[in-house]
């Protein structure tokens, strides 16, 4: 896989500072728990799905228009992974009428996988795919989502707005915003190539949210946080290429607990 195509500026004294801080530092946080990786959050019925904030709408809609941000909410799905260990909180978007994408961690060691909307409306799985190459998944879906943007066809440029749409904490539908920093070395994945870098506020059940630009179109995927507070998305570019490639993601098996 080849990294993404982008403007290779060299950043400025700023974007320089922040690489260094945010890359070098000691821990980073998988946001698909409630908690540091590694530890889990505690157990919770697995015939639960959290119900707070359902319905509520962000009183910032971002860097997104009315007509955008109502789009967004309606592609964003809260998803709840009860696996042998405990419960992983995550969020995944849709790309078409019955497929999410999230990140494999928030899918991995799945033996149900429980999604449901803004709006309260829960939505059965069918089958779930995972990527080697990144932190990226496939979920398919029984019922039809509600809407699904368009992917960007290029990745952004340092200083480009991005938005974040997600359910931090399995909780109420979010909305930060933020600046496209730079790009910079996969500090999880070293065989990924290049990553963002942004100042988008997320927390533990942002993974697998959409970055989007101010038209609504998806330019990157959170995964990760750094411990001092800065953003991690997987460019559009490598979402792409691996839904071209017909062995992009592999389908899960459910563990045996």
């Given at each position: 896989?080849?990294?993404?195509?982008t403007?290779?500026?060299?950043?400025?004294p700023?974007?320089?500072?922040?690489?260094?801080?945010?890359?070098?530092?000691?821990?980073?946080?998988?946001?698909?728990?409630?908690?540091?990786?590694?530890s889990?959050?505690e157990a919770?019925?697995?015939?639960?799905?959290p119900t707070q904030?359902?319905?509520?709408?962000?009183?910032d809609?971002?860097?997104?228009?009315?007509?955008g941000?109502?789009?967004a909410?309606?592609?964003?799905v809260?998803?709840r992974?009860?696996?042998?260990?405990?419960?992983?909180?995550g969020?995944?978007f849709a790309?078409d009428?019955?497929?999410?994408?999230?990140?494999?961690?928030?899918v991995?060691?799945?033996?149900?996988?429980q999604?449901?909307?803004?709006?309260?409306?829960?939505v059965?799985?069918?089958t779930?795919?995972?990527?080697a190459?990144?932190?990226?998944?496939?979920?398919r879906?029984?019922?039809?989502?509600?809407?699904?943007?368009?992917l960007?066809?290029?990745d952004?440029?340092p200083?480009d707005?991005?938005?974040?749409?997600g359910?931090?904490?399995?909780?109420?539908?979010?909305?930060?915003?933020?600046t496209v920093?730079?790009?910079?070395?996969?500090?999880?994945?070293a065989?990924l190539?290049?990553?963002?870098?942004?100042d988008?506020?997320?927390?533990?059940?942002?993974?697998?949210?959409?970055?989007?630009?101010?038209?609504?179109?998806?330019?990157?995927?959170?995964y990760?946080k750094?411990?001092?507070?800065y953003?991690?998305?997987?460019?559009?570019?490598?979402?792409?290429?691996?839904?071209?490639?017909?062995?992009g993601?592999?389908?899960?098996?459910?563990?045996?607990?």
């Open positions: 896989m080849t990294t993404p195509e403007t290779t500026a060299r950043p400025g700023r974007a320089g500072r922040i690489r260094r801080s945010a890359t070098a530092a000691a821990l980073l946080l998988m946001l698909g728990g409630c908690s540091m990786v590694p889990l959050p919770m019925p697995d015939t639960v799905i904030g359902v319905g509520t709408v962000p009183e809609t971002g860097n997104l228009s009315p007509d941000f109502d789009a909410q309606r592609m964003a809260r998803i992974n009860v696996g042998c260990d405990g419960v992983v909180r969020t995944g790309i009428s019955r497929t999410l994408i999230t990140n494999r961690h928030v991995d060691g799945s033996r149900k996988l999604l449901s909307t803004y709006d309260g409306r829960d059965s799985v069918e779930s795919a995972t990527a190459l990144a932190d990226l998944a496939i979920v879906t029984v019922e039809d989502l509600d809407a699904y943007p368009e960007a066809a290029t952004p440029k200083g707005a991005v938005t974040v749409v359910y931090p904490n399995g909780g109420a539908l979010t909305v930060t915003k933020g920093i730079e790009y910079t070395s996969d500090p999880l994945n065989n190539g290049q990553v963002l870098l942004t988008a506020s997320v927390e533990p059940g942002s993974s697998g949210s959409a970055a989007l630009d101010t038209e609504g179109r998806v330019i990157g995927i959170v990760a750094s411990s001092d507070g953003s991690y998305l997987v460019p559009v570019s490598t979402l792409q290429e691996l839904l071209a490639d017909d062995s993601f592999v389908e899960q098996t459910q563990p045996v607990c």
